[in-house]
């Protein structure tokens, strides 16, 4: 679903790989924890230690991947389509590979992942299905598919933008789509994943500490994480 009958803020809107590039060096300082860690801290899969080999898909300046890392993950190899993002990642140093490669394509080998996993990425992708393809394609026998994300109830409802502050203190839109729940349901099924485990996060009183602002947001459900396996 396009994003722009939602959109409260009328930012001015660019392409993925414009907008991070622009938002690289301050994105560690703004993107909120309580998004998606916090999710990823209450789910009870995978059993994180005895993961051999993930792939993180979207992997950013290595958030995710150094939350994989302090949980035990053996081996990460990332993916991401903006060099600035990459370059951060490179120097935080928690993934074995990192290669500039869209998410839905990543080149990496077939069948040697037993995790794979992408937080934050989704609201950028027009279409899912083809993430839930190149999961599926990486997933090695028994692999989990975990996906983290911004929720479509809250982009709905809030009409924000995935955004940043650029170097002129502009904000700026990086272009979002919504992606009903269904739509993860019907892409994971389609390519034979079954869901395991489903949290939602909400604006609770640790999200009104950091944001203020969003009292009228109070108790709405702001990121899911989901848990898929192989049917
Ligand atoms: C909000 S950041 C999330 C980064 C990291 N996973 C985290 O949680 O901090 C979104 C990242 O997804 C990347 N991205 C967006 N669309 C992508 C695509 N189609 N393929 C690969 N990377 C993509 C962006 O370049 C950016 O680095």
């Given amino acids: 679903m396009e994003f722009t009958s939602f959109d409260a803020r009328g930012y ?3 392409d993925v790989r414009t907008g991070y590039a622009g938002w690289a060096a301050t994105y560690e300082d703004t993107v909120e924890d309580t998004m998606d860690l916090a999710l990823l801290d209450r789910l009870r899969t995978p059993a994180w230690s005895s993961v051999r080999r993930a792939a993180d898909l ?6 995710t991947g150094s939350w994989l890392r302090e949980r035990g993950v053996a081996a990460i190899d990332g993916a991401d389509i903006t060099p600035e993002m990459l370059d951060a990642a490179r120097a935080r140093g928690a993934h074995d590979r990192l290669v500039d490669a869209d998410a839905t394509a990543t080149g990496f080998d077939s069948g040697r992942y037993d995790l ?3 937080s934050l990425i989704d609201e ?3 279409d899912l299905a083809p993430l839930y393809r190149e999961a599926r394609r990486l997933a090695a026998p028994g692999a989990l598919f975990a996906i983290v994300g911004f929720h479509p109830h809250f982009i709905m409802t809030s009409g924000m933008p995935t955004h940043y ?4 203190g502009r904000s700026v839109a990086i272009a979002t ?3 009903l729940v269904s739509e993860h349901v019907r892409a994971a099924r389609e390519n034979g994943w079954r869901l395991v485990e489903m949290e939602e996060g909400v604006v609770d009183e640790a999200w ?3 944001k203020p602002k969003w ?4 108790n709405h459900p702001v990121s899911f994480a989901h848990v898929w396996e192989l049917g």
Avoid: N, Q, Y
């Fill in 12 to 14: 001015p809107i660019v």
């Fill in 58 to 63: 979207g992997c950013g300046t290595g958030r």
């Fill in 116 to 118: 794979v996993i992408a």
């Fill in 124 to 126: 950028h992708l027009p």
């Fill in 165 to 168: 502050t650029d170097d002129t």
């Fill in 177 to 179: 789509h919504v992606h």
């Fill in 208 to 210: 009104l500490e950091r």
């Fill in 215 to 218: 009292e009228r947001f109070r």
